[in-house]
């Protein structure tokens, strides 16, 4: 069985590090993710060597700084099911950045190659594209933070509120084979946040074959990796569920598939 769900630590490092996934642990090639917590006046300092960043400020306010520009008490929300978007910034590679915090932060971390194409900028919450998609029990929010209609060499990066008793990443799609324009090849995170705390999510992970074909509980603060495959996200009743998705590959686009078994979902039933 893959080990597909990596969770997080209970009590953060001296950094604050409380999750970390790289492409050698993962065992794929792209996708960095790191979430840290910091406490009100901590300093987290990390270089990003041939990495682009996108640094999603998930909770708290705080200053983060380049080795060119400095922003200065950035973040507004206090949890993310708030559901307005949050803050971020790039960062491209070969440059280093500094997380203040302000406040007490929850900040995620997401890595992809990068080729020092575009400066460092403020992703305000104002540029964020905010869309409903689906329909029925299938409805959920969804916060644009990078998608691929913006400035990146790799990354993408986008969060979903899925509301209690609904699903999201449905109908299920993948992405997993290099064949554009039909259909482009992304590895993915999920990171998760669910209220209240106690709940879980599940999360179907499987291919055609079935080679792939795992069904996983996640709980508050666990991340998933999507190697390949469909990838569906249920809600319970009675438990919101919040995932923020770090996605990349070798080209900067997001081209799915629809498994074809339940495609026939993607159109609304006629109302009588």
């Known amino acids: 069985m893959p080990d597909l769900i990596v969770s997080g630590q209970k009590i953060p490092d001296e950094q604050g590090n409380i999750i970390t996934i790289t492409p050698e642990s993962a065992g794929w090639k792209y996708v960095g993710f790191q979430t840290y917590s910091l406490k009100a006046g901590q300093e987290l300092k990390l270089a990003t060597l041939a990495r682009e960043v996108c640094i999603v400020l ?4 705080g200053n983060v700084t380049t080795t060119k520009t400095e ?7 206090m949890s ?15 440059d280093s950045f500094t997380i203040q915090a302000s406040t007490d932060m929850n900040v995620a971390i997401c890595w992809a190659p990068g080729k020092k194409t575009y400066e460092a900028r403020l992703i305000t919450p104002e540029q964020m594209s905010v869309e409903t998609r689906g329909y029925g029990n299938l409805e959920r929010q969804i916060h644009n933070i990078l998608p691929d209609t913006e400035p990146a060499d790799s990354l993408l990066v986008v969060e979903v509120f899925t509301p209690n008793g609904h ?5 299920p799609h993948k992405h997993d084979r290099d064949q554009l324009p039909e259909e482009s090849l992304l590895e993915e995170t999920y990171y998760y946040q669910i209220q209240p705390e106690q709940g879980f999510a599940v999360q179907r992970v ?4 079935e080679s792939l074909n795992e069904t996983l509980i996640v709980k508050n603060g666990d991340a998933v990796l999507v190697p390949r495959g469909y990838h569906p996200v249920c809600a319970p009743p009675g438990y919101d569920v919040y995932y923020l998705n770090v996605m990349a590959g070798p080209e900067r686009v997001w081209k799915f598939q629809n498994d074809p078994k339940h495609a026939w979902l993607m159109t609304p039933p006629k109302e009588v």
């Open 58 to 61: 998930l909770t708290g306010i």
């Open 71 to 77: 922003w200065k008490q950035i973040g507004r929300r």
């Open 80 to 94: 993310v099911f708030e559901k307005i978007p949050p803050y971020a910034v790039y960062v491209p590679s070969d």
């Open 167 to 171: 699903w999201s990443s449905y109908p």
């Open 206 to 209: 499987y291919t055609d074959d």
